[in-house]
């Protein structure tokens, strides 16, 4: 019997257990999840996506960053037509934020072996390393020296928040695999996420057909003052890391108000030496994230920072040491890619809007190096990195659904571009 291809569809029973049965690795309490890059739990989790892989009859490689790729061979050699995410969280993530990429990917490939199909090229599903970047910065390190944007030896020796290193908590969970990272390079790549904010559920819309990603910069500042009594030293003679750290806070909040557009800016960590009431601060340890889809504009948010630092070190009389976390240009995905999403969507009946992505994916490592795109499905509430993340099980069988046939029109044809 032949299959007619645009009438495939996933099996959401059983893509929704793999996600409810990977989101019981390292549960919270609520229905979260903490699986942190390289520890225990993320071993486990691995353990379990790479099960999967290999039940499914995938060629299963894990490269020396740890990075996971399981490939479907096709009737051709060549680039495979690649799909995936990481399943790493944040200490209070959810059950979907990448997690959702890898599993529908492996749906996919249930799929096509379900119905008989091979395909023309290759289909190969992986997952990334530390894409969080919670644990050890920067994020997106393992699709970033996959395709050639972090350097391998550097990354290996990052040292994370607990102490270690990236090779030395590789090799503590058995995944400092020997594969060169990147040995191959994708005929295309695209990745199914969860949206992360509110826009498609504010709009009603059910499919975002991602343009691409934001500019990110993380910056750490580290605020050496002097520490003293709270009552008895007068301000003008105080060197408060506190203060400084407010200061910078302030600023950062004001740099995005006076920018606009798509320029937004937030101080995730701002932590106090000796963080008494009655002690002034004699370190501060602040973080600034700043992003924007326009990268000229980036960079002017960028020195704003920096010289208000400067300034506000000398009158308050601190000196601050400055540590770049991540710096990762705007990314633009293929216009053609952009259109397959709109136009699977439209054929399948789902509305669907263009729009950039706020957040840091795997797909923008991708783009400089092959055809790429992301497809966005409603998250509630515009809620992540938070235990109450959700997706409705219909929305994501319909992102899986398109991803489904969208990697179809690529594997089975000789035009990249379907």
């Known amino acids: 019997m032949t299959v007619a291809l ?10 929704m257990g793999r996600l409810n049965e990977l989101g019981e690795i390292g549960a919270l309490d609520g229905g979260g999840v903490c699986r942190l890059a390289l520890t225990d739990e993320d ?7 790479a099960g999967w892989m290999r039940e499914l009859g995938l060629d299963v490689s894990i490269d020396r960053i740890g990075n996971v790729v399981g490939i479907r061979a096709g009737t051709q050699s060549g680039p495979p037509v690649m799909t995936g995410s990481h399943i790493d969280t944040v200490a209070t993530g959810g059950i ?6 890898v ?3 492996l749906e996919v490939v249930a799929t096509l072996n379900d119905a008989g199909i091979v395909t023309k ?4 599903v992986g997952f990334f390393t530390n894409e969080e970047g919670a644990r050890f910065q920067p994020d997106m390190m393992g699709s970033g020296v996959h395709q050639g944007a972090l350097d391998l030896d550097a990354m290996l020796s990052v040292e994370g928040i607990d102490g270690t290193t990236v090779g030395a908590d590789l090799a503590a969970i058995n995944y400092d695999g020997d594969v060169v990272p990147g040995d191959f390079r994708a005929r295309s790549f695209v990745e199914l996420h969860v949206e992360q904010g509110p826009v498609l559920e504010e709009e009603t819309v059910s499919i975002g057909a991602v343009t691409g990603v934001q500019g990110i910069s993380w910056t750490e500042y580290r605020i050496h003052g002097v520490s003293n009594h709270a009552g008895t030293t007068p301000m003008h003679l105080r060197h408060d890391a506190g203060y400084a750290a407010a200061a910078i806070v302030v600023e950062a909040r004001a740099i995005a108000a006076e920018l606009g557009g798509d320029q937004v800016a937030t101080v995730g960590v701002n932590d106090l030496t000796p963080n008494l009431v009655n002690v002034i601060a004699k370190e501060a340890l602040v973080t600034v994230d700043l992003r924007n889809t326009d990268d000229d504009i980036l960079k002017q948010a960028e020195a704003r920072m920096a010289s208000f630092v400067e300034d506000v070190a000398k009158v308050e009389g601190v000196r601050v040491d400055t540590r770049t976390l991540a710096r990762f240009a705007p990314v633009r995905f293929d216009e053609a890619m952009i259109d397959v999403v709109e136009q699977t969507a439209d054929a399948l009946g789902h509305s669907v809007r263009r729009m950039p992505s706020g957040a840091g994916h ?5 783009a400089p190096n092959c055809p790429t795109a992301m497809i966005f499905v409603p998250s509630k509430d515009g809620i992540s990195h938070n235990v109450e993340e959700f997706t409705e099980p219909e929305q994501v069988r319909a992102g899986a659904d398109i991803l489904l046939q969208m990697m179809l029109t690529v594997a089975v044809q000789d035009d990249a571009h379907a």
């Open 6 to 15: 645009n009438s495939l569809r996933i099996d959401l029973d059983r893509l």
């Open 43 to 49: 071993r486990r989790g691995r353990d379990l996506v």
């Open 96 to 101: 979907y934020d990448g997690n959702l990429g």
């Open 103 to 105: 599993l529908a990917g």
């Open 121 to 124: 090229h290759p289909v190969a």
């Open 362 to 366: 795997d797909a923008q490592m991708f």
